[in-house]
């Protein structure tokens, strides 16, 4: 079946402008998770959802970081007031509870964030 | 929190050979999972192997196998035979027990490069 997707697959976006990023997981998945890819860094877990509830938002960089999930299937993560540190790759990855309980996470492509 | 150290940034392997990369974790748990998954220039992270922390037995999959040493808290992943197409980045995850903020996130390392020649 499909994968997890998400769009766009790169931006470019000015130095204060607001981006949205967009994830579709896989279908009846309901746990859902971002996390940041910054150069030389590892990833970093940004927020989980379990169906359209996130119940810690403390991971989130800043406060111009905001996330939703809506219908229990497609989350956006947005950025408002963009800035060069926000550049990194987000990825976004869903599981369920898989009859072997390991829960895998099912990882979509990521999304490339330049800030100029 | 647990953290996950992988001391070495870049590998080389020649193809047909052997590489070990090495994955260190702190943790307090008993009960956790361990990953190694593999990102390609596609960015597409892509689960290798998991070993569950309560079994003994080290898992394989195909040319690749884990080095679990649980006291050690070691988990260091062998591909055999490698191949082109294994030239990526690879990384060493931890999973530990539900929480109810997180879920199951993940804690990861910052990664191997993996360069293979032919």
């Known amino acids: 079946g499909a994968g997890v997707s998400q769009s766009p697959s790169n931006k470019v976006t000015e130095k204060g402008k607001d981006v949205e990023l967009r994830c579709d997981p896989i279908?009846?998945?309901?746990?859902l998770y971002w996390y940041r890819q910054s150069l030389g860094q590892g990833l970093e877990f940004l927020i989980y959802?379990?169906?359209?509830?996130?119940?810690?938002k403390s991971g989130l960089p800043s406060d111009r970081f905001s996330a939703e999930r809506t219908g229990g299937s497609v989350s956006t993560l947005t950025i408002q007031r963009t800035q060069q540190e926000d550049s990194a790759v987000y990825l976004c990855?869903?599981?369920?509870?898989?009859?072997?309980?390991?829960?895998?996470?099912?990882f979509g492509p990521g999304t490339r964030l330049t800030v100029t | 929190a647990q953290t996950v150290t992988q001391s070495q940034p870049e590998m080389s392997v020649q193809e047909a050979e052997t590489v070990t990369l090495s994955c260190t974790y702190d943790?307090?748990?008993?009960?956790?999972?361990l990953f190694w998954y593999k990102q390609p220039p596609s960015r597409q992270m892509i689960l290798v192997i998991r070993?569950?922390?309560?079994?003994?037995q080290n898992a394989t999959e195909n040319r690749f196998s884990v080095n679990f040493q649980k006291a050690a808290k070691s988990f260091s992943l062998k591909i055999s035979d490698s191949q082109l197409g294994d030239a990526a980045m690879y990384f060493c995850?931890?999973?530990?027990?539900?929480?109810?903020?997180?879920?199951?996130?993940?804690?990861f390392g910052k990664g191997t490069s993996l360069l293979v020649t032919p």
């Open positions: 990855a869903s599981s369920s509870r898989g009859g072997q309980g390991s829960y895998e996470q099912y």
């Open positions: 279908s009846g998945h309901t746990a």
């Open positions: 959802f379990q169906g359209n509830s996130a119940p810690d």
């Open positions: 943790t307090s748990e008993s009960d956790y999972y």
């Open positions: 070993q569950e922390a309560y079994k003994q």
């Open positions: 995850a931890y999973r530990g027990t539900q929480n109810s903020n997180s879920g199951y996130a993940l804690n």
